[in-house]
């Protein structure tokens, strides 16, 4: 492995005035050396990145970075600026710059070294010794780390040692506390996780996880920092997120498997922030978690996570790494599939379903014609709706094998729609691309092709092996099976329908979001999600979106006639779970479902079923794929339907109440009284009056 810096790219007197002479400047040394062969190319990836984020850093930093096809091996090229130049940051322009490149494919090696290097830049030392520095070699030692920044002292205290994961980070102030502490007062350290990410995950990630350690060992604050950078994603221990009291997010791409941190008081900010302010943003924590702010799920979060990790977690079976594989990929469908269903489903409320048939709006569009908007809304969602089979395939590969499982998941998505393969048919072309790019990753390949690797050998072999077997071998086998399941649809009726209404049902009340819930869902956005749905189809979406609405409406239902039966928290839950019931957003229950899923989840699945049977029942259809009550001018026998939901609501409520009421009658002392219920986890004085009014 090469240095990743040299004399010959440390420029002491750099004399550039703006940060894109710099890059130049930085850049042609690179060149030189033979680790960069297009110098506007590479120079158009840099500005790229700039464009994404400042690469300015308090203390007089520049870091302008990217990867890029044009970088041989991940490199280092430092300058220092006399004239200083601005990079964008808050404090004013910067005397350092170091200009960093990664090669498209680096290897895990030297994107550590560039982490350690961003690590580097928080300590006060290393920066003053980089200014003080006369001779390039020196600069260059300075960086690999041959050569340390200052002189220790013979009788220095031993460092404290950097956190990994699963450790929580040494605190010499937290220890002088501990120290000072008799044995009557044990006090526990207040513990926070934290996930740190950029865009190109070279510098930032890094900087972000050195300054949060720093700031929190000044704290007393036990501290871990998960790294979601280009050098690696090694996951934190479940038990050390278990224990955590807080969460500090600070990223600028999704934070991979977020919902792992679900239910604790979180601080989500930019990458920056965790740079620049962290001792804030430890100090927000601490206060959050006093206050009890936890977060809950957000809106729509059951249709919109984040992507899953690339191959799951090492010890993961075949089948859980299945699953994450296909909810990444559905994930990633359903926006399309709400925005493209909404938009023709309004189309037709407006114009009719004839107006499927009507031209296009780029030939013919009048401005005062309703038919117009119509057909304008309609071919609006047609095409988002033509996005739906690649982007499943597309992110179904991404789930396996990352980015380079991208492109072959597109293509082969592609073709599923072409040969009218449709969502079957994504599915499987999605697998084969991931297994396709995970077997050629295996391939050991020399290191002057790595660069070249994800940008041309990987996409045109998995590509070209997907087509091939996409057109020519299953794909044809795939659109008849597609055919049979649509005509099956078409053909429920009676018993076979409400049995169908009442599996799914229970599939969207088992786990509220959850994977169960994701895969009932799935299924019916994929009946959907063609221009022509069948009858049948439409059948099963109303269905499914009937009966995840019941379990938070039947919470907020049953904790307005039977308050007493719960806590305040829940009581307060309630209010809200109206709006997310009535929204179709089946979390709205998740809070009372982790408090007793004994008695909720039972309640909620026998509602569920209820509703989806009598949906069925009633032959209800629904085009759009999202939205709860407020579409229901869109949909078949909407009275009907509503009824179906009532009536698995009142269920579900009468059911929780009765398992929670044998539970505070079994409990000693829940007699309903001040005293004796209070003490029994049961009512207050002015609880009971409420009580006994209801």
Not at 78 to 84: D, T
Request: charged share 15%; with cysteine.
């Amino acid at each position: 492995m090469s240095e990743l810096i040299t004399a010959d790219l440390v420029d002491l007197d750099l004399s550039a005035d703006t940060k894109e002479a710099a890059a130049r400047s930085l850049a042609e040394r690179m060149v030189e050396a033979g680790r960069v062969t297009d110098l506007d190319g590479f120079l158009a990836d840099v500005a790229a990145r700039e464009e994404q984020m400042p690469t300015g850093l308090d203390g007089g930093i520049g870091i302008p970075h990217c990867r890029s096809a044009h970088v041989t091996e991940p490199t280092l090229a430092f300058g220092r600026s006399a004239a200083r130049i601005d990079f964008g940051a808050a404090d004013g322009p910067a005397d350092l710059i170091f200009l960093i490149a990664a090669p498209a494919g680096a290897d895990s090696d030297h994107l550590t070294i560039l982490s350690s290097l961003a690590r580097q830049l928080m300590n006060a030392d290393f920066t003053d010794a980089l200014r003080s520095a006369d001779q390039p070699e020196q600069v260059a030692a300075l960086i690999r780390g041959e050569e340390p920044a200052t002189a220790e002292p013979a009788t220095a205290e031993p460092a404290a040692a950097k956190p990994v994961p699963g450790e929580p980070a040494a605190s010499d102030s937290a220890a002088s506390s501990a120290a000072s502490r008799t044995a009557s007062e044990p006090v526990a350290p207040f513990r926070i996780v934290a996930v740190t990410s950029c865009p190109t995950g070279i510098a930032h990630t890094y900087m972000a996880a050195e300054s949060l350690e720093n700031a929190a060992r000044e704290a007393g604050v036990e501290l871990v920092v998960e790294t979601q950078g280009s050098a690696g994603f090694d996951k934190l221990p479940a038990a050390t997120i278990a224990a955590a009291d807080a969460v500090v997010f600070a990223h600028d791409v999704e934070v991979r498997e977020k919902a792992r941190f679900a239910g604790k008081p979180t601080v989500d900010v930019g990458v920056k922030a965790g740079i620049n302010r962290p001792a804030e943003l430890i100090a927000e924590a601490r206060g959050k978690a006093a206050r009890g702010e936890i977060a809950t799920p957000a809106d729509g979060a059951a249709e919109g996570s984040a992507p899953m990790d690339a191959g799951g977690a090492a010890g993961d079976g075949f089948g859980t790494r299945l699953r994450k594989w296909l909810m990444t990929g559905v994930s990633y469908m359903v926006p399309f599939v709400a925005a493209g269903g909404l938009l023709i489903a309004l189309a037709f409320a407006i114009g009719g379903y004839e107006i499927a048939s009507a031209k296009s709006v780029a030939d013919h569009f009048v401005w005062t014609e309703t038919s117009s908007w119509a057909a304008l809304l309609f071919q609006i969602g047609g095409a988002a709706f033509t996005f739906l089979v690649p982007v499943l395939a597309g992110y179904i590969a991404y789930g396996m094998a990352d980015r380079p499982g991208l492109v072959p998941g597109f293509v082969g998505g592609y073709i599923a729609t072409t040969i009218k393969a449709g969502f079957l048919g994504g599915l499987v072309a999605g697998l084969i691309a991931g297994a396709v790019v995970m077997a050629i990753q295996r391939f050991k390949v020399p290191a002057s092709l790595r660069g070249i690797m994800p940008v041309v050998v990987i996409p045109l072999v998995s590509s070209a092996i997907v087509g091939v077997l996409m057109f020519v071998v299953i794909g044809k086998p795939i659109a008849s099976a597609q055919e049979a399941m649509t005509d099956w649809l078409n053909g429920l009726s009676g018993a076979n329908a409400i049995g169908l209404g009442v599996l799914l049902g229970l599939m969207m009340c088992f786990d509220l979001g959850g994977p169960v819930n994701k895969v009932a869902y799935a299924f019916a956005t994929g009946g959907i999600a063609v221009s022509d749905p069948s009858t049948g189809s439409l059948k099963i979406m109303a269905a499914v979106m009937a009966a995840g609405m019941v379990p938070p409406l039947a919470m907020a239902l049953a904790t307005t006639v039977r308050g007493r039966l719960f806590t305040k928290a829940e009581r307060e839950n309630g209010k809200a779970a109206w709006v997310l019931g009535a929204s179709f957003i089946s979390e709205g229950a998740i809070p009372f479902a982790a408090a007793d899923p004994l008695r909720v989840i039972p309640s909620s699945m026998v509602g569920g079923a209820v509703t989806g049977a009598l949906s069925m029942a009633f032959d209800c259809t629904l085009r759009a794929p999202h939205g709860g009550i407020f579409v229901v001018p869109l949909i078949g026998q909407p009275f009907l339907y509503l009824l179906a939901i009532v009536a698995g609501t009142v269920v579900s409520t009468g059911l929780v109440v009765f398992l929670k009421g044998l539970r505070k009658t079994a409990e000693p002392g829940a007699t309903g009284q001040a005293g004796g219920g209070a003490a029994a986890g049961g009512t207050t004085e002015d609880e009971a009056k409420v009580a006994v009014a209801v």
